[in-house]
């Protein structure tokens, strides 16, 4: 039996796999995550996933190493993390009163094959005020996650309605990883 590394420093993921009860352990893959000229939204987030399970894989023979990626589109535009306050206003506005897509890539390093996933939840934001989006953003929550919002936290009351995954829109989709898992020989 292989053990299983997640290839992320998100304290998101670990809860998710904790909650699921995997056994695993955390090693942080330092990759490039810039999106490149012309790169479609699913090719980014699949080759940004690929990317940290293998910076892992590379340096951890011997296990299956997880990697993901979570990004938010919308009209065509990728929205990652925000680079700083006045982006994830930004975001948030052109989030407001409209539906985005939040899509997350898996990917398994390591084990007999590598093995990749992509999962897509629809969600549904309200019209959000210029004050609550400004109150939002003097939270501190939308400075490490995508879109510029966390629907397991205080922007939960922004989010009248998803279709689809509710953990891949925390930022892992654990379903499809326990799918993936069930291919490879590993500890959990």
């Known amino acids: 039996m292989l053990p299983l590394i997640l290839a992320s420093a998100s304290p998101r993921r670990r809860e998710l796999l904790t909650a699921a009860g995997f056994q695993f352990t955390v090693d942080v893959a ?7 000229p012309e790169e479609e939204a699913e090719a980014y987030a699949r080759r940004v996933a690929r990317s940290k399970a293998e910076a892992v894989s590379a340096r951890r023979s011997g296990a299956v190493v997880l990697g993901a990626d979570t ?12 680079v700083d306050d006045a982006d994830a206003v930004a975001m948030l506005e ?25 999962e897509e939840t629809v969600v549904w934001m309200h019209a959000l005020a210029p004050q609550e989006i400004a ?15 966390g629907i397991q936290g205080l922007a939960s009351r ?25 291919g490879v020989s590993v500890v959990s």
């Open 30 to 36: 330092d990759v490039d995550e810039r999106r490149r």
């Open 71 to 82: 990004i938010v589109v919308v009209d065509g535009d990728v929205l990652g993390k925000p």
């Open 94 to 118: 052109k989030l407001s009163g409209r539906a985005h897509r939040v899509l997350t890539a898996v990917s398994l390093v390591g084990g007999p094959k590598p093995m990749d996933a992509i």
């Open 135 to 149: 109150t939002y953003v003097q939270s501190g929550e939308p400075r490490d996650k995508a879109g510029a919002y």
């Open 158 to 182: 922004f989010i009248p309605r998803i279709e689809g995954s509710y953990t891949n829109v925390v930022g892992l989709p654990v379903a499809v990883v326990d799918r993936l898992l069930r």
